[in-house]
């Protein structure tokens, strides 16, 4: 998702109290922004948030960060939170390709990754947030037996997305090609944006659940 460019939207996120500030200087105090022990889970390329929020509002016990890299989307979560805020939930606004220089190792107890940019030419194929190059990330910032839930419509990716999780040795808990019929995967299931645009142009939805190895 690429909104146009929202002009102010980087002076506004600025002075935001929903977000993590100078995100590389706060490694290894990130869970001061919550003001309790509580597992903390992050979601890579939350897009408006909707996906976060929704998770957030229904589990206040569990802290919840949407990482997101541009303003413009960004700036549309934070106006939801400014509408009805939550404590157990935080932004940031990075590359998620930095995650190891914001998180401490083990620190993370499940990662979300919901309809990921494609990047499907193949000398690109290492900027897709699944590749293993980001699954050996997402080892070092996960804690022991830590989970990442991954969905999206777009069949090639998630091909990809698989033969990665096989090449990385992660392990597979749970995956489904069509996870709205899926009685399992489809209990609690929270839409993204994106989600509920695809699956009503009739799209099914890949889902994986895969497991630290
Ligand atoms: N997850 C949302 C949903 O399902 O509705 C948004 C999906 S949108 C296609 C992908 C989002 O990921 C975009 O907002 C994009 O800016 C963000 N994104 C892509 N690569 C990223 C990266 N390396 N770090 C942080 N965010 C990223």
Redo the contacts with the bound molecule.
Sequence with gaps: ??LKNVPGSKEYIAQSNFVIHDETEKKGKIRDCFSNDNPIRIE????KGR?IYDLASQNPDINYIG????SS?LLRAIQKMEENPLDNLIFIR????DITEVFQDKEIDRIYL????PWPKDRHAKRR?ESRQFLERYKKILKDGGLIEFKTDNNDLFDFALEEVEAAGWKMLSFTRDLHNDDVLSEGNVM????EKFSAMGNPINKYIIQKP
């Design positions: 998702m690429r890579i390329g939350m897009g996906f990482i997101e890299k541009y989307v990075m590359d998620a390709e919901n309809f990921s940019d947030l993204t944006e994106y989600e």
